[in-house]
């Protein structure tokens, strides 16, 4: 009796044995194909707890550009162009105090008739046209060896109008055998530019 207890005993731990190792054989084939060792690792979980990464992180948002404002080193480039002789006249000058700081939409208000070309915080480019009148309202002309300003009325007649300090002899000769003739001016821009001109 004791030899078939005995013999049970060991067929059924021999079953056991068995059965376990079948059943791990099964777990580490299917570990294989699964491609993991069935534990979930640290890096593992971390990426479990991680958002999806189907999911886009947002885009970064630049600041928008700063609008260029008139600096006390900004140069105001204005450009004069006179239709009458097709010629462009350039000054540049630094920004009056008042000017500091404003931006383009500022400037255009305080230059109505001038066209803005270029802005940016070293340079400001004005443009404007003037155009060729019918007819010209002043001659500029000599009178007692200095240069003198004529005003022609609408019937032709021409009239005195002023006087400068500049003598004609500081000019050069070609310039005074202009005024000697008389030189047409159309427009009270063009004759300041002239005596500008003349005074520099």
Known sequence: MKKYYLSLICAGVILGCAATAISLSVMTDSNKKSGGSGQITAEQGAKTAAAPDNIAPPPETEAPPQAALITPSTKLVFESFYQADKQTKVTDEDPPYFLLGLPREKIQAYYPDWEITEFDENTVKLRRTIPAS???????????????????????????????????????????????????????????????????
């Open 134 to 200: 019918t007819g010209d309202l002043f001659v500029l002309g000599v009178r007692d060896n200095y240069v003198a300003v004529y005003e022609k009325s609408n019937n032709g007649t021409i009239s005195l109008k002023e006087m400068t300090a500049m003598p004609i002899a500081a000019l050069p000769v070609s310039e005074q055998n202009k005024l000697i003739s008389g030189i047409g001016v159309p427009d009270e821009a063009q004759l300041a530019q002239l005596l500008e001109d003349y005074g520099s």
